[in-house]
């Protein structure tokens, strides 16, 4: 491997970087397709892309922890995910199994699941209102699914919510909703 091979892999690395962070897996094969063009020899390219990731990493461009905590923090803040969502987000984002757990950790020490599911609900009340039809309880019971809090957690605050208003109505959907649908 030469410098001048070196020099322009790392351009494209930053480039890569530059558009947003990633783990080190999801840049590897980002950059791996970038280098297939100019290096299709498989060792000088291997070679050249360790190299590369190992220069990042001391520079301290690429940290799979650090990207899996920001990424992390910035899904529960700015979304408001459980903790099933967010595992996937980041395993989506090609994050290893260990780091992903130990994110989860720490992520949910500070905040609990049901509290970042209360700010999702009590958004969603402000901005539609609460849900006083069977088929708005199953589209709030929906979204608070899909974002990845868990389906008991989700039902008892929907009741909470629907005893709070005093609407049976509400109480008796709940009861309907099969958790199978």
């Known amino acids: 491997m030469d ?8 351009a494209s690395a930053v480039a890569i970087l530059a558009v947003r962070p990633r783990s080190i897996a999801d840049f590897s094969a980002r950059l791996d397709r970038k280098l297939r063009k100019q290096h299709p020899e498989l060792e000088e390219r291997k070679s050249l892309l360790a190299a590369v990731v190992e220069r990042l990493r001391e520079y301290g461009y690429l940290d799979d922890e650090r990207f899996a905590e920001q990424f992390a923090q910035s899904q529960v803040s700015r979304r408001a995910v459980g903790k099933r969502r967010l595992a996937q987000d980041l395993g989506r984002q090609k994050v290893e199994k260990t780091v992903i757990a130990q994110t989860l950790n720490q992520v949910y020490s500070t905040e609990s699941e049901a509290d970042i599911m209360e700010r999702h609900v009590t958004k969603f009340v402000q901005t539609f209102g609460i849900p006083t039809t069977p088929q708005a309880a199953k589209r709030l019971l929906g979204t608070l699914i899909r974002r990845g809090f868990p389906y008991d957690l989700a039902t008892e605050r929907l009741r909470r919510l ?3 208003a005093k609407m049976e109505v509400l109480e008796d959907a709940l009861s309907s909703i099969d958790p199978e649908e």
């Open 3 to 10: 410098e001048k091979s070196f020099q322009a892999a790392l």
């Open 162 to 164: 629907a005893r709070s």
